[in-house]
Each structure stands twice: as structure tokens, then as C-alpha cells.
């Protein structure tokens, strides 16, 4: 079942910063974090397991509530090269077959 | 180093014909998988390969078939294409925590 990304779409200037929201109605072993370009394949981002904790890529963080079975990333001080599409993948054991939210494409304009 | 090498890059067929997409990794990965992405659909699974000489279905399997030929290949198949078929495939490989994608297979059914 696919996660549930929030919101579709974000425009912003550059420094700026953002939340993508995804959450899934399955308990989550796993949630991942890719970004796509226009035209490309996906990119790994970083991933989030059970228990686990926060981590963090350059200006690039996210969060992982197992609770709720939400993940959000938090993009600070957005830059140029940030836009794209973002998909959180979720997982609901250590196999890695995952499941992707619909994604949120995201702009930051100078 | 190729990564994940995926042929073709494009392929027009008509409605009731054949095809079999190719992928093949020279990283000696494990698991492989076969994705789907349509506009506003996000990324969906297919299948996947957890190992050599294991498959098993994702999300969308209904068309399709795979084949994990040997460690390096991992093939989809489409018996009787039709237009719902029409996508963009993307194959992925997977170490550890990260998935590898190929550049994408544009199929279009007419």
C-alpha cells in the first residue's frame, strides 16, 4: 500500500525552507527518502529504521515517528539544486521491497 | 563501473504484442526489483528478486512476468501488451540500505 505524501507540490525561494510529509496505515520498519530530477532516476537520500535515529544529510534532515508511522524531511535553507521530485519509500520489514508515496515536486526559484 | 544498465530506452508497441525489458547489474547485488512510474502515481513495484533464483510480486503485477536469469540479470516481461502498460520502467539493484536505479525504460502501447 502506498504511503501518503503531503503536500503535491512546493514553491520556493532560494534559502528557504521546507517539510514533506509521509505517512503510511501499516507499522513501518523502514521509511527512505529519494529525490528525482526531471528526466532521471531516482537518487537515495537517506533512510530511517525502527528505533533508529534522526539523520541527517548537509542541509537535508528527517525525522521518523514510529508511533504514528510518519516520516517528514526537512529541507533548511533550500538551494538551487533541491528541486525536484521527493518520494519517501516505506518499508514494512528488513527486505527492502518498498513501496513509494506519490511523491511532492518541489521548485526553489532563485 | 556501469551501475544499472537498462535496455531499451525507448519502445513503441502495439496493442497484444511482446516484449521483454532487460536489466543487468555489475555491482553483485543481491536484490533487484522492477518499478513503474506514471504521472501522479509515483513509483510502483512490480516484482522483485530478493536473491538469485527468488521472485516475488510488488503492488502492480498483474501483465507481467520476470526472470532472474543469474545474480547479474533480472528481466520483465509483457506477454500481451496493452495501453494501461504504457509507463516509464525503472529497474533498481539494492546494497544495504540503498537502491540503485537504472535510467528508465520509456514504454509507450498503442
Known amino acids: 500500500q502506498q504511503p501518503v505524501q503531503s503536500p503535491q507540490a512546493v514553491i520556493l525561494r532560494e534559502g528557504e525552507d521546507a517539510v514533506i510529509n509521509c505517512s503510511s496505515s501499516?507499522?513501518?520498519?523502514?521509511v527512505h527518502w529519494y529525490r528525482q530530477k526531471h528526466g532521471e532516476a531516482p537518487v537515495f537520500l537517506m533512510i530511517?529504521?525502527?528505533?533508529?535515529e534522526q539523520k541527517g544529510h548537509e542541509k537535508i534532515s528527517a525525522s521518523f515517528n514510529e508511533k504514528k508511522q510518519q516520516s517528514s524531511l526537512y529541507l533548511t535553507a533550500s538551494q538551487l539544486s533541491y528541486s525536484g521530485t521527493y518520494f519517501c519509500?516505506?518499508?514494512?520489514?528488513?527486505?527492502?521491497?518498498?513501496?513509494f508515496g506519490k511523491g511532492t515536486s518541489l521548485l526553489v526559484t532563485p | 563501473n556501469a551501475g544499472v544498465t537498462q535496455t531499451p530506452k525507448f519502445q513503441v508497441l502495439k496493442t497484444g504484442q511482446s516484449m521483454t525489458l532487460q536489466c543487468a547489474q555489475d555491482?553483485?547485488?543481491?536484490?533487484m526489483y522492477w518499478y513503474r512510474q506514471d504521472p501522479g502515481m509515483g513509483l510502483r513495484l512490480i516484482y522483485y528478486?530478493?536473491?538469485?533464483?527468488?521472485?516475488d510480486k510488488g503492488e502492480v503485477p498483474n501483465g507481467y512476468n520476470v526472470s532472474r536469469l543469474n545474480k547479474r540479470e533480472f528481466s520483465l516481461r509483457l506477454e500481451s501488451a496493452a495501453p494501461s502498460q504504457t509507463s516509464v520502467y525503472f529497474c533498481?539493484?539494492?546494497?544495504?540500505?540503498?537502491?540503485?536505479f537504472g535510467s528508465g525504460t520509456q514504454l509507450s502501447v498503442l
Open positions: 555491482m553483485n547485488h543481491n536484490s
Open positions: 528478486s530478493a536473491s538469485e533464483g527468488t521472485t
Open positions: 519509500g516505506t518499508g514494512r520489514n528488513s527486505g527492502y521491497a518498498l513501496n
Open positions: 530511517l529504521l525502527k528505533g533508529g
Open positions: 533498481a539493484s539494492r546494497l544495504q540500505e540503498k537502491l540503485f
Open positions: 501499516k507499522a513501518l520498519y523502514s
